[in-house]
């Protein structure tokens, strides 16, 4: 079995990115903790982030990607004004193989606290489900967003509403940079392509707007 670190040497901007040492990081407490969309929340820079393990046998692929658009964004994108994504603030080095190059996690920004993702929030029960005028600014900030990074040269890459986070104030933010794809939002032999991520906004607005679920949601309230 593969060991549970990636060879991330092979990224373009390996010598660039800011590192940590595994033993420097330590498990946030907070509220949230218990939640499952907040079970790597971890302290750095004596703020909130998020740690993203490497996990055992999987391809090196998605987290150098992940990393290089993450890389990138951070340096032209730090304010999130125009574009609500995680800002890469570590890759946090494997004890004894990082100096190779080889990591065991990434720490992100965290979207914390937070009201889980877009799935989340349409799947709740009647009457908890958010309102029609909120989905809609959900869909044509993805939309707008989706936009800007097509605009920079990037592709999202995995469109689904499990990657689309809503923080305290009811925005939402873009997450998992690592590629692939959705089965049911974007199809196998479009992904990692412009017209996949438009394949999956599509399909994200009639999720959002023109889906069964909307008729449980009409009068719910924000």
């Not at 330590?26 to 509220?31: G, I």
């Not at 607005?205 to 719910?220: V, Y």
């Amino acid at each position: 079995m593969d060991p549970p670190w990636a060879a991330i040497c092979k990224s373009e901007h390996w010598l660039e990115y800011p590192r940590v040492n595994a033993k420097e990081i330590r498990l946030a407490q907070t509220s949230q903790t218990s939640s499952n969309t907040n079970l790597n929340l971890v302290m750095f820079n004596d703020r909130i982030s998020w740690f993203k393990p490497v996990l055992t046998g999987v391809d090196n692929l998605p987290y150098i990607r992940e990393i290089d658009i993450l890389f990138k964004l951070s340096r032209e994108n730090p304010s999130h004004k125009l574009l609500r994504c995680p800002r890469l603030e570590a890759i946090v080095l494997d004890d004894k193989n990082g100096d190779m190059g080889c990591i065991n996690g990434l720490i992100l920004s965290a979207i914390y606290p937070n009201h889980g993702t877009i799935a989340d929030r349409v799947n709740r029960p009647e009457g908890l489900s958010p309102s029609i005028t909120l989905c809609e600014r959900w869909y044509h900030d993805v939309e707008n967003m989706i936009h800007v990074l097509h605009n920079k040269g990037f592709i999202w890459g995995d469109v689904s509403p499990n990657n689309m986070m809503i923080d305290e104030d009811e925005n939402v933010w873009i997450i998992d940079f690592g590629g692939g794809y959705t089965e049911g939002w974007v199809e196998q032999e479009d992904m990692e392509t412009k017209k996949g991520d438009l394949e999956g906004l599509q399909r994200i607005k009639e999720f959002l707007l023109d889906s069964p679920s909307m008729n449980r949601i009409e009068n719910a309230t924000v």
